[in-house]
């Protein structure tokens, strides 16, 4: 299964653009059709993979309300 960068933008609550800022600057893994640079998606495996690797601990996040 997989998700294209327009329903992970959604999900996530934020546009396409910071999404494929994720792919080029932190490694998110999209991938593509060959031949095509856009409408990149990624599969479910590879994002819980991403997101274990790349999710920030609620305490050790900065600027946390106390």
């Known amino acids: 299964m997989?998700?294209?960068?327009r329903e992970l933008a959604e999900q996530?609550?934020?546009d396409i653009h910071?999404?494929?800022?994720?792919?080029r600057d932190k490694g998110l893994p999209l991938r593509?059709?060959?031949g095509h640079s856009r409408?990149?998606?990624?599969?479910?495996?590879?994002l819980?993979?991403?997101?274990?690797?790349?999710a920030?601990?609620?305490s050790e996040?900065?600027?946390v309300a106390r």
């Open 48 to 54: 819980a993979d991403w997101w274990r690797d790349n």
């Open 61 to 63: 996040r900065k600027n």
């Open 32 to 34: 593509y059709l060959p």
């Open 18 to 23: 910071t999404v494929y800022a994720l792919a």
């Open 39 to 46: 409408g990149g998606a990624v599969l479910s495996e590879d």
């Open 12 to 14: 996530w609550g934020c």
């Open 2 to 5: 997989f998700m294209t960068v």
């Open 56 to 58: 920030v601990p609620y």
